[in-house]
């Protein structure tokens, strides 16, 4: 039986009998667990008793938790993500370097990444697991009901595995294909990838300047800075992924895309990796596609209570064309998905064509464009309609043969959804005559445009009532019904949003219904504010009316409003 020296040391200090070692062994052998863990277990040792051994063979120093205070600009520098998935807890500064306490002792594996993702110098004092979990639970605050930082509770205890595996082996610092196979560049692009899914970014962006490589995440669609590299590891971290998306390492002067499957625990991720050259070096983003986020019913797009009767109304329709827009990332293809979920049943044949085939959904037959072989949506459309579908999904109206091919297939008999890139409704009808389809088939086969944006929500952990300013709400120009009902709200900041007072999104909509006097309109070929005054006067929230109803009700701010949507001359 091989003694560890810490046991050895429980043993000299007659914490323990060796009999109690022998009988700890047998458990030990039998969990496949640690010797010290067994010794607590069958309660010959304290948690306290093994730590402070294993603290003192390993020339560390053991700390009780429950005897300090620690000053909460130290809990700060540290998000509870963090914390908690590594159960570790900072309880001193010094400078740059952070003294956080930890159960493992040679946890070399831990201590690199929370100097990668702290961008600090780390010092490691031991303490028992239970005591770290407790104080973790009293500074950020207990956990209650799913978790006080859903953040990362459904990441705990779980690694991420790639489905391709590259062989570790020395590292340098030539910045070539050869570097992205060393240990530290596996890790590297590894934590990179793991810290951007637990705080729910949707993109991570590698960016290479003359003197540094910037790391930074999109959270909530807005980018965060999260760290500077050397400018030495530009070539090795581009490498690595292009090894994991399966991209060509020796080409550098062409864009490149690929894709990364990516496993964490239960849950399954794809990674759309984009490279492009610039003139520091190659540039990465790599977009993170999460299928639950598009797993969401028509209920939990943001709707308010008018436009979700609307939409559940039109996409029962047999036959139209339903048109979302709005910029990139401003959620059309999770209200898209929604809806042919909500349609997916065994009576209806749905077939989309999209560039690219983003997120796969089951019952569901999709097509990918492939410009490099002619397969655009126009060709795709004219061969769906051979299949004899009931839905259609046309990714985006993007020229006149696209669009005309999407009207033909509505009058033909076809639900037709799709996008268009435009900033409201009323200038969606505009920019398809722009694209030179006659008016008259615009007309007779759109039935309605929803534009929409997304915002950010209130982090309901930290947020707290306030009252804005007279000049605020005079510009912003709330009727008194409003003001009187409204339960404005902001968030101070936490470690739950990372300071920011947000956590999460929702949507900003507003849905122009084509109906007899707007099919008129577009008849005379109208500009977009005459169909937007007349929808207004007939019922149609903008968005930026939309945004501010949500301010009311405290879901959001007057600077996120501001921020995606602007006021019209018809909002007043």
């Known amino acids: 039986m091989a003694v560890e020296a810490y046991v050895k040391l429980l043993v000299k200090h007659k914490i323990v009998t060796k009999d109690q070692v022998i009988d700890a062994d047998k458990i030990a052998r039998k969990d496949n667990s640690d010797l010290g863990q067994a010794l607590v277990k069958l309660g010959y040792a304290s948690e306290e008793h093994v730590m402070k051994a294993r603290a003192k063979t390993n020339g560390m120093e053991f700390v009780n938790l429950n005897k300090i205070d620690i000053p909460e600009s130290v809990v700060e520098l540290m998000p509870e993500a963090v914390a908690r998935e590594n159960n570790v807890l900072p309880i001193a500064v010094d400078g740059n370097s952070l003294q956080v306490v930890m159960s493992e002792p ?17 010092r490691v004092v031991l303490g028992t697991r239970t005591s770290i979990t407790a104080a973790i639970n009293r500074v950020y605050g207990q956990i209650e009901g799913e978790s006080a930082d859903s953040m990362l509770q459904e990441f705990t205890d779980t690694k991420i595995e790639f489905t391709e595996t590259v062989e570790d082996q020395a590292a340098g610092e030539s910045g070539d294909a050869s570097d992205e196979n060393s ?60 090894i994991l998306a399966s991209i060509d390492i020796a080409e550098r002067r062409r864009p490149q895309d690929g894709r990364i499957k990516v496993n964490v625990g239960e849950k399954e991720l794809d990674l759309r990796v984009s490279i492009i050259p610039t003139n520091n070096g190659q540039s990465a983003v790599l977009r993170l596609l999460d299928k639950d986020n598009i797993r969401v019913g028509v209920r939990q797009l943001g709707f308010s209570e008018e436009t979700f009767s609307k939409f559940q109304n039109l996409i029962k329709r047999p036959n139209g064309i339903i048109l979302v827009t709005g910029p990139t990332g401003s959620g059309k293809t999770t209200t898209l998905y929604a809806a042919l979920n909500s349609l997916n049943n065994t009576d209806r044949k749905i077939i989309t064509a999209e560039d690219p085939v983003e997120y796969y959904l089951p019952g569901i037959n999709q097509v990918e464009v492939k410009h490099n072989i002619g397969l655009d949506f126009a060709r795709i459309i004219r061969a769906m309609l051979r299949q004899a579908p009931n839905v259609i999904l046309v990714g985006e109206m993007r020229d006149a043969e696209t669009a005309s091919m999407g009207i033909q297939a509505s009058l033909t008999g076809h639900l037709v959804f799709s996008t268009l890139h435009t900033n409201d409704a009323p200038t969606a009808v505009t920019r398809m005559i722009d694209m030179r389809v006659p008016g008259y088939l615009v007309a007779s086969s759109v039935v309605a445009i929803l534009a929409q944006r997304l915002v ?11 009252t804005p300013s007279e000049a605020v709400i005079k ?17 101070k900041g936490c470690n739950t949003c990372g300071k920011t007072g947000y956590r999460g999104r929702m949507g900003i909509h507003e849905i122009l219904m084509v109906d007899a006097k707007v099919r008129e309109l577009i008849f005379e070929n109208a500009p977009a504010n005459v169909i937007r005054e007349y929808a207004m006067e007939h019922g149609m929230t903008t968005l930026f009316g939309d945004g501010l109803k949500k301010v009311v009700d405290g879901y959001t701010t007057f600077d996120e409003v501001y921020r995606v949507a602007k006021k019209t001359e018809q909002d007043g």
Not at 233 to 242: D, P
Not at 456 to 466: D, L
Not at 475 to 491: V, Y
């Open 106 to 122: 040679g946890d070399v594996e831990t201590v690199e990444k929370l100097r990668f993702i702290l961008n600090r110098d780390v």
């Open 183 to 242: 240990a530290p560049i596996v890790r590297l692009v590894q934590m990179m990838i793991t810290e951007a899914v637990q705080l729910r970014a949707s993109d991570i962006h590698v960016e290479p300047f003359e003197d540094r490589v910037r790391i930074r995440y999109r959270i909530d669609g807005v980018l965060r800075q999260r760290d500077r590299l050397p400018r030495r590891q530009l070539g090795a971290i581009i490498s690595r992924v292009k």
């Open 456 to 466: 950010r929500t209130i982090c309901k952990k930290c947020s707290t009532k306030f």
């Open 475 to 491: 510009e912003a120009g709330l009727t008194e019904e409003q003001i009187a009902r409204a339960n404005f709200k902001r968030g």
